[in-house]
T-cell receptor, first 115, second 117 residues
Framework: DAGVIQSPRHEVTEMGQEVTLRCKPISGHNSLFWYRQTMMRGLELLIYFNNNVPIDDSGMPEDRFSAKMPNASFSTLKIQPSEPRDSAVYFC?????????????FGAGTRLSVL | AQTVTQSQPEMSVQEAETVTLSCTYDTSESDYYLFWYKQPPSRQMILVIRQEAYKQQNATENRFSVNFQKAAKSFSLKISDSQLGDAAMYFCAYRSDRQTSGSRLTFGEGTQLTVNP
C-alpha cells in the first residue's frame, strides 16, 4: 500500500490567498484525521471524519478553516483567507476503526508558509 | 481533558547504548491506549509501539520496549542498542477508548533524540 498521500508537500502563499491541502487515505480505512503541528502548540487535532462524516471539528481554529470528505478516498482542508499565523505543518492520518484498537497512519505532511 | 507531558525536550545516547524517554499523562479514564511515534527529519510520523491500558504486560517491538505504570500514569520508552537511524523526535500520545471521546490522539511536546557515533 502507498500509505497516506498528501499534496502538496510544500505550499508557499501570500496572506489573504486561499489554500487547499489534499489527502488520500489508505484504501479501506474508514476514519480520517487532520492535525496541525506548530512550535508553539505542538501537534493538535483539527478535525476527524468517520465514514466520510465529520465527527469532531472542535479543533478547527475558526471559520476560515473548512474540511470536506466527499468520498472515502479523498479529503481537503481549506483555509480562506490565509494568515501568517496559519503557517505550520499539516498532517493527514487515516485508520480503520474496528471497535478496539485503531492505529493512525500519517502522511508526510504539508508544510504551509503564509507570507 | 487528557494531557500528556514529556519532560525531556532533548536526550542523547551513544550508538549501541540504551536510552529511556519519559512520558506521563493525566486521565480519569480506565480504558485507553498509549503510543510512541517517531518523527525523523523527513517529517513522517511513524508508529513505534503501542500499549493497551488493560494489559499489564509491557509492549515490546524488537529493540523498543515500554515501561507502563498505570497507577503512576507513566509510559516510558526504552530503546536498546541505539542506532544512528533512531535519531528523531519522539512523541508520546494518548487515545481514549470511550466512544464519546472519539479517536483523537493527544500528543506530548516531544523529545529530540540524538544518537552519537
Amino acid at each position: 500500500d502507498a500509505g497516506v498521500i498528501q499534496s502538496p508537500r510544500h505550499e508557499v502563499t501570500e496572506m489573504g490567498q486561499e489554500v487547499t491541502l489534499r489527502c488520500k487515505p489508505i484504501s479501506g480505512h474508514n476514519s480520517l484525521f487532520w492535525y496541525r503541528q506548530t512550535m508553539m502548540r505542538g501537534l493538535e487535532l483539527l478535525i476527524y471524519f468517520n465514514n466520510n462524516v465529520p465527527i469532531d471539528d472542535s479543533g478547527m481554529p475558526e471559520d476560515r478553516f473548512s474540511a470536506k470528505m466527499p468520498n472515502a478516498s479523498f479529503s481537503t482542508l481549506k483555509i480562506q483567507p490565509s494568515e501568517p499565523r496559519d503557517s505550520a505543518v499539516y498532517f493527514c492520518a487515516s485508520s480503520l476503526i474496528t471497535g478496539g484498537d485503531d492505529i493512525q497512519y500519517f502522511g508526510a505532511g504539508t508544510r504551509l508558509s503564509v507570507l | 481533558a487528557q494531557t500528556v507531558t514529556q519532560s525531556q525536550p532533548e536526550m542523547s545516547v551513544q550508538e549501541a547504548e540504551t536510552v529511556t524517554l519519559s512520558c506521563t499523562y493525566d486521565t480519569s479514564e480506565s480504558d485507553y491506549y498509549l503510543f510512541w511515534y517517531k518523527q525523523p527529519p523527513s517529517r513522517q510520523m511513524i508508529l513505534v509501539i503501542r500499549q493497551e491500558a488493560y494489559k499489564q504486560q509491557n509492549a515490546t517491538e524488537n529493540r523498543f520496549s515500554v515501561n507502563f505504570q498505570k497507577a503512576a500514569k507513566s509510559f516510558s520508552l526504552k530503546i536498546s542498542d541505539s542506532q544512528l537511524g533512531d535519531a528523531a523526535m519522539y512523541f508520546c500520545a494518548y487515545r481514549s477508548d470511550r466512544q464519546t471521546s472519539g479517536s483523537r490522539l493527544t500528543f506530548g511536546e516531544g523529545t529530540q533524540l540524538t544518537v552519537n557515533p
